[in-house]
């Protein structure tokens, strides 16, 4: 990020009492403007506070450079308090995009959201999930019996995805994960790569006796029967990271870690 005065910063916090306090001693430090007016928004905790202040800021769309006050902290700088205005300066920019969802749940209702990191059906009883995975309009999987599916952008392939056993995938690639979660039957389909501007159909079958969630992020949809997720490349949300530990470096590092 370039710029030729010192950018406008404001803090927020998680609510834990290490973010809170980290959020006390910069504003000392640096001083602080209301999020409207700064340049870029300093998020102090973990990822999962990271994806809160990236919704936040859907409107506004002001850079946001995390530090690490968390307990996970894959998409936050470390922290440290000093020389934070050149760090800043200094940082790569990644630009992400958004998965949008539509889902239709039992009552006929359709509820739309936004996803930074991914969209997933997960099974809601004991009874496993049974779904229809349609791509572009084309029926490609016809039954996966499973614990749930998800879509992932390239940001969120190293969360959820890649616990289920989803591919990382590099910020650029301008492609999505479809990964199962705990496939039964067909029990070696492993997902698949699609295009960023694929249109992903999931149809809930059995959907009385077999009761699907979907989530985007944190906004959940109970007894869904229909979900539909595209990615939406009218949003750009910009994320900094310091010199040499930019997100695809640190996208391609995770892939070689042991």
Not at 30 to 56: K, N, P, Q, S
Not at 78 to 90: F, K, M, P, S, W
Not at 142 to 153: H, Q, R
Not at 169 to 190: G, K
Request: proline share 5%; aromatic share 6%.
């Amino acid at each position: 990020m370039a710029s030729a005065s010192p950018p406008r910063l404001a803090f927020v916090a998680s609510d834990r009492p290490e973010a809170i306090e980290a959020k006390r001693r910069l504003i000392q430090l640096y001083g602080a403007v209301d999020e409207d007016v700064a340049d870029v928004v300093v998020a102090l905790g973990g990822d999962g506070f990271m994806l809160e202040t990236l919704h936040r800021n859907l409107a506004k769309r002001h850079p946001i450079y995390g530090m690490n006050r968390g307990s996970v902290g894959f998409l936050m700088n470390d922290y440290h308090e000093n020389h934070l205005l050149e760090r800043i300066t200094a940082a790569e920019e990644a630009i992400i995009h958004p998965l949008r969802m539509s889902a239709l749940d039992s009552h006929g209702a359709r509820h739309h959201a936004l996803a930074i990191n991914d969209v997933s059906l997960l099974r809601e009883t004991r009874q496993t999930a049974k779904l229809r995975i349609i791509i572009d309009g084309r029926p490609r999987l016809e039954e996966l019996i499973c614990d749930g599916a998800l879509v992932s952008t390239p940001a969120g392939s190293t969360a959820y995805n890649l616990s289920a056993h989803g591919p990382i995938i590099p910020i650029d690639a301008q492609v999505l994960a479809l990964t199962p979660i705990s496939a039964f039957r067909p029990r070696r389909w492993r997902g698949a790569l699609l295009s960023h501007k694929a249109k992903v159909t999931f149809q809930i079958l059995e959907a009385d006796k077999r009761p699907v969630s979907a989530v985007a992020d944190n906004f959940e949809v109970r007894g869904v029967v229909e979900v539909q997720v595209v990615e939406d490349r009218s949003i750009s949300l910009a994320m900094l990271f310091d010199a040499g530990r930019s997100l695809d470096e640190r996208v391609l590092a995770e892939q070689f870690s042991t």
